[in-house]
Each structure stands twice: as C-alpha cells, then as structure tokens.
C-alpha cells in the first residue's frame, strides 16, 4: 500500500502561484511514476501532469502546459505541482496518485493505483 497526503492548496487570485505537494509513505516512493490530476465540480477527473520515476521526464496536459511544473524529491518521498498563472478554470480538487505498472506518460486515471484525498484549489477571477 501506498498513502498519499496532499497539501498546499487554496482560494488565490487570477495570476497568483500555488505549491502543492504530495507526500508518500508505505512502499519505496522511486518505484512509481507521479502524477496529478484534477475534477472540478460536474465535471470528470482530467490529467494535469506526471513525472516518470527518477524526475527526468515530465508530462503536462495542453491546459497546463507552460504554467505547470511536476517535480519530484525522492529523497523525501514528494512530488509538487508549481502552478504559477493561475486562471480561473484551473478551480478543481487536485489529487496526487501514484502508477507503477505503466510508462510515466500515461493520462489515464485507471493506470494509477494509488490517490491522496485531494486538496482544494479555488481562483478567484
């Protein structure tokens, strides 16, 4: 098993930056690929971005791309989302979770085998 605590979310401005972070605990954290995904009310969860094993590569979705940055400490079992501009449609719950078994590159939620709670991300216009 794997837990996954997510934090670092909250109500921000147009334009502002948030961190959030991803700590894992339970099984060896460089085993699995990262990744962080999003829902926003009504709607289905959606992949934000991912981080392959070591860190080298990254994963965004076209909506985040250039805004967004995964990153991942393995060294403290963490991964983060940087998100700078934020924008109004990026109001969702953000779930961190975890994949073992497929590439990095995967967007599909059910490849993941592991999900924090979720943090709530709200931007105000």
């Known amino acids: 098993q794997v837990q996954l605590v997510e934090s670092g979310g909250g109500l921000v401005q147009a334009g502002d930056s948030l961190r959030l972070s991803c700590e894992a605990s339970?099984?060896?954290?460089?085993?699995?690929?990262m990744g962080w995904f999003r829902q926003a009310p009504g709607k289905e969860r959606e992949f934000a971005a991912a981080v392959s094993r070591s860190g080298s590569s990254t994963f965004y979705a076209d909506s985040v791309k250039g805004r967004f940055t995964i990153s991942r400490d393995n060294a403290k079992n963490t991964v983060y989302l940087q998100m700078n501009s934020l924008k109004p449609e990026d109001t969702a719950v953000y779930y961190c979770a975890a994949n073992y078994v497929h590439s990095a590159r995967t967007e599909v939620p059910g490849h993941y085998d592991y999900w924090g709670q979720g943090t709530q991300v709200t931007v105000s216009s």
């Open positions: 339970g099984r060896t954290f460089s085993n699995y690929a």
